[in-house]
């Protein structure tokens, strides 16, 4: 690597105010850096600090500031981030990290000893629940969704086209009968007019009435169309009719349902929510004044104000009796500090039983946040349930007044028609009766041939109107049918697609176990723990109730194997691993979900720290181990700890 290559990789870091900083500038070249110190030298501080930088808000304010900055310089670029305390938050005021989402950052690479990951061992965590969590499963399943129905769309569309193929054979049959009727049909014409133009030849004396008859004819074949078109219309008006009946009726039975299901007490719900929101916002404040409490105390603790405890000091009680400093007797032992509220000296154990409490007291009314929380998620959803009655409730009453409206338009129209039937039918009578007038026994012949004549013109006429409706059918359904190929390729990628959807899930759990127990086997191997065979991970599926139904649900089950000195082995438990078994296991499982989810690629640093359950050796093993995995690894370390590891790696002392 070119030394300009080199420099672009080193990352500078300058932090004001985070943890117990109050101003630095540190440099951190690629590979392995450690930083090596005693306990309160700022080491989980400056780890903060580069978390702050990436993105993360799980960053610690110092106790006399309200405001941190971080500024990293990194591959030719520079990011910067203010952030300020807001009750026991630590929000952005302004900047961005480098990093724009560092949530699965937070989970998989930034390992202090407080991360989710990293303790879920020990605590009994759902493994799998935090492997996924990054995943949005629900967006999987609305996608799952959408394809099944868009493919079942299609399915849909392939079977009607199935069914236009299946009707084409007869179609062609029709369109081939019709054809040959319309020649009989045009042979007996031509055959007829042939009669006429010979009988007209005999009878020019007559031809006067021919051609009256004639037009009388016209007038009644005219007549008789637009009786058989009326006719016509009235049939389709009726059928029209007929399906809105049928579909008020549905309508209605569909409104009365909805309405009968709308029953919830909105009032009672509304104010219901309203009070558990009121409660919801108590509690978040208690809350957050236990967190400011705990924070300060903590900070106290780690030796991050000074200030306060000079103050506390000086007031009457900076010497004792013979003259001597206080600060220094109290400093020489190591389990007594100065209390900041009093001045005295008090054991630090007793004030880490204080601070349990008051965590315990804070857990205690998170979990009444949360329980509040799923009440109000259920009252909202009852919410949203009755709007969405009260919207379709509302559809179906105007539906229903679109159909009533269209019902009567169309009765309307029937009756019309119904008139104009009667008169045409009125009409025909009387051509009809105008027709036989003009009947002569001279005549009578002619007369029939020229009748006979109008019938096959008029029969002829609709034939070819028949014909050419089944032809527009027949191209039309074949239009459709090339198209079938097409539906078949689109479904297939559908198909692909839903296969992908649906194992999405499955491999990222089985790459997460794959990951765990590769990587755990390696790493035992190297560590050397006497008496343990393997610590693996088993991905099952078991039933559970959710609710008052049950469902299938995927869950990793730890398994830890031990063996006796003679080289038997048996099943042991989590609970029974040691502090350091648990820090490595835990370490591991982070490790793969940081390798599932490709943090690799996008997150240049891993963090690690408080590393002191495991002795120097095996620690500067995991070192060398996880130094493969990030562009920068960053570890805390006592210095006892760290002259186990390569003097190669770089090395940072004060901060």
């Known amino acids: ?79 910067e981030r203010t952030l300020t305390r807001a009750g026991t938050e630590t929000v952005e005021k302004n900047g961005s ?52 129905r868009e493919k079942g769309e299609l399915n849909e569309e392939i079977a009607a086209l199935e069914s236009l193929k299946r009707e084409l054979p007869n179609l062609e049959q029709r369109r081939s009968r019709l054809r040959d009727e319309i020649e009989e049909t045009e042979a007996e014409l031509a055959e007829v007019e042939e009669q ?29 169309a637009d009786l058989r078109s009326v006719r016509s219309d009235i049939d389709r008006q009726q059928e029209s009719i007929d399906a809105l009946r049928s579909e008020r009726t549905e309508l209605s039975d569909e409104l009365e349902e909805a309405e009968a299901d709308d029953g919830d007490d909105v009032a009672g719900i509304d104010a219901r929510i309203d009070r558990l929101r009121e409660e919801k916002r108590q509690l978040n404040s208690e809350t957050n004044d236990l967190q400011s409490v705990i924070n300060f105390n903590e900070q ?31 400093l020489s032992d190591d389990d007594s500090i100065t209390c900041w509220t009093c001045g005295t000296g008090v054991d630090s154990a007793d004030i880490e039983r204080t601070l349990d409490q008051l965590r315990d007291l804070r857990k205690q009314k998170l979990n009444e946040v949360s329980s509040l929380e799923d009440e109000l998620a259920e009252l909202k959803s009852k919410q949203r349930e009755r709007q969405q ?21 169309r009765e309307s129209r029937l009756e019309d028609l119904r008139e104009d039937r009667s008169d045409l039918t009125d009409e025909v009578e009387a051509l009809e009766a105008e ?89 035992l191997d190297i560590l050397g723990y006497d008496n343990i065979s393997r610590i693996w991970i088993e991905r099952i599926e078991t039933t559970v109730r959710e609710g008052r139904k049950k469902v299938d649900k995927t869950v990793f089950e730890l398994h830890v194997v031990r063996s006796t000195e003679s080289g038997a082995a048996y099943e042991d438990t989590v609970d029974h691993l040691s502090e350091s078994e648990r820090e490595v296991t835990g370490l591991i499982f982070a490790l793969a979900g940081y390798l599932v989810h490709d943090l690799y690629e996008d997150v240049p640093f891993m963090l690690l720290d408080s590393l002191e359950a495991i002795d120097s050796e095996r620690i500067a093993s995991l070192v060398d181990y996880f130094s493969g995995y990030a562009d920068h690894l960053v570890v805390a370390l ?18």
């Open 1 to 79: 690597m070119t030394q300009s290559v080199q420099d672009s990789r080193k990352a500078v870091f300058d932090v004001e105010n985070v943890g117990g900083i109050d101003q630095t500038s540190v440099e951190i070249p690629p590979g392995v850096t450690v930083l090596t110190g005693k306990n309160a030298t700022n080491r989980t501080s400056f780890l903060q600090s580069i978390m702050a930088a990436m993105g993360s808000t799980n960053v610690s304010i110092k106790g006399d500031a309200d405001e941190a900055r971080v500024e990293l310089t990194y591959d030719g670029e520079t990011y």
């Open 196 to 224: 006429i133009d010979e009988s007209g030849r005999d009878v020019e004396e007559t031809r006067q009435e021919q051609e009256k008859l004639e037009s009388k004819l016209d007038e009644l074949r005219e007549c008789r």
């Open 97 to 148: 990290g480098y990093l724009e989402d560092p949530s699965v950052a937070d989970l998989f690479s930034f390992l202090l000893e407080t991360n989710e990951a990293r303790q879920a061992v020990a605590v009994g965590d759902d493994l799998r629940e935090l492997i996924m969590r990054p995943v949005d499963t629900d967006e999987i399943t609305a996608e799952i969704e959408r394809v099944e």
């Open 300 to 330: 106290m603790l780690a030796g991050g104000n000074d200030t306060v405890v000079d103050a506390v000091q000086s007031d009457g009680a900076g010497t004792t009796e013979d003259g001597g400093d206080i600060t220094e007797q109290l």
């Open 638 to 655: 006592l210095p006892e700890d760290a002259q186990a590891l390569s003097d190669d790696y770089a090395r940072v002392e004060s901060i």
């Open 389 to 409: 009655r009260q919207q379709r409730i509302r559809s179906l009453q105007q539906k229903l007044d679109d159909i009533e409206r269209e019902i009567e338009t």
């Open 435 to 523: 027709v036989e007038d003009l009947r002569t026994e001279d005549f009578g012949d002619i007369l029939d041939l020229h009748k006979e004549a109008n019938q096959l013109q008029f029969e002829l006429d609709e034939k070819e109107s028949e014909l050419e409706s089944l032809t527009e059918e027949i191209e039309s359904k074949e239009e459709q049918i090339v198209a079938e190929d097409e539906l078949r390729e689109e479904r297939d990628e559908l198909v692909d697609e839903l296969t992908d959807l649906r194992t999405r899930i499955d491999q990222i759990e089985s790459e997460a176990v794959e990951q765990f127990n590769e990587h755990m086997e390696e790493v």
